[in-house]
């Protein structure tokens, strides 16, 4: 938040704040002859024993003659002088008497870009700007929307799946979306199991997503985005950092309640004429023609004692989604029968904040925050299953301000899941009979579908060490320097383990008994009188599964040191960073540069410019895929009354090997510039991605099987990933309010404009990469290029423009925020299905499909209804693509079947509450 500060504010806060120091040693007496103001103020500080900072700012008029306390004489000089000024870990810092940072609105802006000593490519949103913008499902995703490097998923907000709650995956100037850094507190909640496996159905995974916890956004007291010049704190990523901070309890007691809603009612959908008889009868979660959103809140906090406070917080997300227990193609013939999908999120989150001393503080959390989706697969009964994700985070945090540097310690367990439970271990595929009558058709083959296929737990758990520390600047002649260092240390122990043996049965054969020769009763067999005349049938073969378990354990260590350095108008930060793993056992080492000119020594004109490199994540999937497909066996029976036997045990279809860490170069060139009131951002980065993980066949990488227990067929990984991202950006944020008829409006304009050849498919994409790989040539708008040359066909648009602007209209008790976003129009490469000859070759043809532009408009209008002083009642209503555009999100990739996908239409939120 951006706060209008006088020069007696300023000095009003910074006596008390000089009042903390007065706490820790005893009050100086002084007795000081007239002196320049700038010696003055420099003897002043010592006195008191804090330093100072941009002292050259200070006018050129001479002191009086002084006596008394030193700390009010250092208040009263510095009030006199007109600057502005601040207090921080006992670092007096003078700012340039122009300095319009300060000089702001009192109106929460949009966006704070980063504080004014930081480089650019960092972006804070903070609890104002969260708490009024649309919240939609009110994950991190939705504040992001308005960052100009951060691209969506296509398929976030398709009109097909409006009940989802699940975050959006997000990419970073291009990057992977599963390869970004998302921090709370200071504490990584990344999911490494497998964030890129999206599919529900499989065998022997569950889905995942990048995000290990969905954090409700009302806990948060800021967002904070690093883009570009990224400090060395951070690592392991190739896209951006994502860092969440929670709340501190407030001194009073404080609470909130609150419901909110949404329903397929309130919801306008784009739908394909072709695709919307299919769609209103739907048994898939791709298409979710009906839905209800509920969200309950509660929040309550203050302090125990003086020094020692408590907050809790809950969240409660839930979405209901009827959909045809048959597929749209049968319901005709067999009628629609409603079963109810279901989406649920919980967040349960407790802190504690102890000021143990003026110098030392304590933090504490727990985070309960599980994620259950439940599925049903059309056409079969029984087939209920609930997928697990989310799980808990227990952390510490203590922050020591000492006389020579402020230091911050951080240690943390966590546990994420990414599992199944199935209603039903076994899945049947029964001829239709009396007692299996919801097969569809009445042909003599028509098969019965029944079952599940078991239940499948992985765990990633997690003990985190972060120790940073900050020194306090220190000042060689007119070179400030302030410097940083950090290490960071982590164990995580995760696992696959198959919890029931699970069997697909298939082949139904006659039988008149289930009852074998010694009594028992034969599994897989039903007596019941089947369509074909049968009088009872058995299952012959079957497909089974194990239980078992693959685990690892991995160690990482990390170390950075990091130094500002400030000179005049220049100030530069170099930086590196050392990561250690022995998953890949590599060690890698990450330069950092980033500098700043002003030109003027205003802050109205700053260059920017940096250089700097970024390690990825390792992602738990690749090896514990490793043997996985050996829990699998082929086995038959010739009858009720013989045993089964195992044919083939299924090969290993997943070799892993050691890999490069992926990593991005980047460089970057930036400027900032104050002009009529407003601060303009100009920014460009350049990033060059290599060796990203991609899964290949072995036979496309010229390693074919020799081993008896290797699939002739199997996959492995390998470093052969590659992007080029060019993204230029322009920001505008008014420095103060725009005020008319009694209102404040604060505002920010954010466009870029992006050329991305990413086309390297994420590591769980072994067909698209072998096509990656191989890299043939094909025609494209008339031109033959190589294939990983096509453009980008996700988490991409060539150029967007978004304006937010917040309006506060206090006689009424009344905000009004308006998101409004302008995508251009972009080309879709897709396959023809013809193919041309090319130098004695045939080639395939591709060609592109043009998708307009589009411009959406989300809005929130918030009234607050007081009660008395400290309470009030409150209404948000959130509008979302208010004018109801129809916008094409996704395509086929095939031309000749092509069918578009479009957006949610204009969709209406509620949420009532109180506050107190």
């Known amino acids: 938040m951006i706060k209008r500060q006088r020069t007696w504010v300023v000095g009003a806060c910074l006596a008390g704040m000089l009042g903390v120091v007065s706490t820790q040693t005893q009050a100086v007496t002084i007795d000081l002859p007239a002196l320049p103001l700038a010696q003055a103020v420099q003897q002043l500080s010592q006195s008191v024993g804090i330093q100072v900072q ?22 009263q000089l510095m009030n006199d002088a007109q600057v502005q000024w601040s207090l921080d870990h006992q670092v007096l810092v003078i700012h340039p008497q122009h300095a319009a940072s300060i000089n702001t609105m009192n109106l929460p802006s949009a966006v704070v870009v980063a504080d004014r000593e930081s480089s650019m490519g960092q972006m804070k949103f903070d609890r104002e700007f969260i708490a009024k913008r649309p919240a939609g499902n009110g994950d991190i995703g939705s504040v992001l929307k308005i960052h100009p490097n951060v691209q969506f998923d296509n398929a976030q907000l398709s009109s097909k799946t409006p009940g989802e709650i699940s975050p959006a995956n997000i990419s970073i100037n291009g990057a992977q979306f599963y390869q970004n850094a998302f921090i709370v507190d200071g504490v990584g909640f990344n999911n490494d199991i497998d964030p890129a496996e999206d599919n529900p159905a499989l065998l022997a995974s569950a889905p995942g997503r990048s995000q290990g916890l969905a954090l409700d956004t009302d806990l948060l007291d800021s967002i904070t985005v690093y883009d570009s010049n990224v400090p060395a704190a951070y ?32 919801t306008r959908y784009h739908i394909d004429k072709s695709q919307q008889e299919d769609f209103e009868n739907s048994g898939g979660a791709g298409e979710q023609p009906e839905f209800t959103k509920k969200i309950i809140r509660g929040t309550l906090e203050g302090h125990l004692t003086e020094n020692f406070g408590l907050m809790g917080s809950f969240s409660q997300k839930r979405s209901t989604i009827p959909l045809s227990m ?19 999120i919980d967040n349960y989150f407790v802190k504690a904040h102890w000021q143990i001393s003026d110098a030392v503080t304590l933090e504490g959390s727990i985070t309960h925050a599980p994620e259950t989706n439940h599925y049903f697969a059309a056409n079969v009964k029984n087939s209920g299953v609930d997928l697990k994700s989310g799980g808990q985070q227990y952390a510490l945090k203590l922050k020591w301000d000492t006389d ?5 310690q951080n240690l943390a367990y966590g546990v994420l899941e990414q599992s199944r439970d199935s209603d039903e271990n076994d899945y049947f595929t029964w001829r239709k009979s009396a007692a299996t009558d919801w097969g569809i058709g009445d042909k003599p083959t028509t098969l019965s579908l029944d079952g599940g296929y078991g239940d499948i737990e992985q765990k990633q758990k997690t003990y985190q060490y972060k120790l940073a520390i900050n020194g306090l600047p220190w000042q060689t002649g007119r070179v400030t320097q302030h410097w940083s260092a950090g290490l960071e240390a982590s164990w995580q122990h995760v696992n696959y383990e198959r919890l029931t043996e699970s069997g697909t049965y298939v082949s139904p054969k006659q039988t008149n008994s289930c009852v074998r020769a010694d009594g028992s009763l034969a599994n897989a067999c039903l007596i019941s009188p089947t369509i074909n005349g049968w009088t009872g049938q058995y299952l012959s073969q079957r497909t089974r599964f194990t239980t078992g378990e693959f685990d690892f354990t991995t160690r990482e260590l ?35 540069l980033a500098v700043e000119y002003d030109v003027f020594s205003d802050q109205g004109t700053v260059l920017t410019a940096g250089a700097n490199r970024y390690y990825g994540r390792n992602i738990s999937s690749w090896r514990l895929q490793d043997g996985r497909n050996r829990l699998r066996f082929t086995d038959t029976r010739s009858s009720v009354d013989a045993d089964w036997k195992t044919v083939t045990q299924a090969g290993n279809n997943t070799l892993f090997n050691k890999l490069d860490i992926p990593y991005d170069d980047e460089w970057m060139l930036g400027l900032k510039q104050r002009v009529a009131g407003v601060e303009l951002g100009l920014k460009y980065v350049n990033r060059t991605g290599k060796d990203q993980v991609i899964q290949i066949k072995g036979d496309t990488l010229g390693q074919p099987s020799t081993e008896p227990n290797l699939s002739k067929s199997y996959t492995t990984y390998t470093n052969e990933g590659r992007s080029r991202t060019d993204i230029i950006t322009l920001t505008a944020q008014p420095l103060q309010s725009l005020e008319f008829a009694g209102t404040q409006t604060a505002a920010l304009l954010a466009l870029d404009w992006t050329k991305s050849k990413s086309n390297a498919p994420d590591y769980s994409d072994s067909t698209e990469a072998d096509k990656y790989y191989e890299n043939d040539y094909i025609q494209y708008k008339g031109s033959v290029i190589h294939y990983a040359d096509r453009p980008a066909d996700n988490f991409h648009r060539p150029w967007t423009a978004r304006l937010n602007t917040i309006t506060q209209m206090d006689a009424l008790n009344l905000t009004l925020s308006n998101f409004v976003r302008y995508r251009a ?27 307009s532009a589009a411009v959406t408009w989300d809005m929130r209008i918030a009234w607050d209804v007081p009660i008395s002083k400290d309470q009030a009642a409150f209404v948000n209503v959130d509008i979302f693509n208010v004018l109801d555009k129809k916008v094409v999100t996704e395509g086929s990739n095939s031309l000749a079947n092509n069918v578009p996908t479009y957006e949610i239409g204009r969709q209406f939120w509620l949420e009532v509450g109180y506050r107190f």
């Open 54 to 75: 941009g002292i050259e700012h200070l006018p050129t008029q001479p002191a009086p003659r002084l006596s008394g306390d030193a700390q009010q004489l250092l208040e």
């Open 235 to 266: 690592g392991r990523f190739t896209g951006g950092v994502v860092e969440a901070n929670t709340r501190a309890p407030s001194k009073e007691l404080h609470g909130k309640i609150s419901a909110q809603t949404t329903r397929s009612s309130w």
């Open 326 to 344: 048959y597929s749209a193609n049968n319901v005709a013939q067999m009628g629609y029968q409603k079963q109810k999908q279901k989406r649920e």
């Open 404 to 408: 020579w540097a402020y230091i911050e």
């Open 558 to 592: 990390a170390a950075y040191v990091q130094n500002d350095i400030h000179f005049g108008r220049v100030k530069v930060r170099p930086g590196v960073r050392l990561d250690n793993d022995n998953y890949m056992q590599k060690t890698t080492a990450a330069p950092r």
């Open 825 to 851: 129009g972009y080309a879709k490469a897709g396959t023809t299905g013809k193919k041309v000859d090319y130098q004695g070759q045939l080639i395939n043809v591709w060609d592109e499909i043009q998708y």
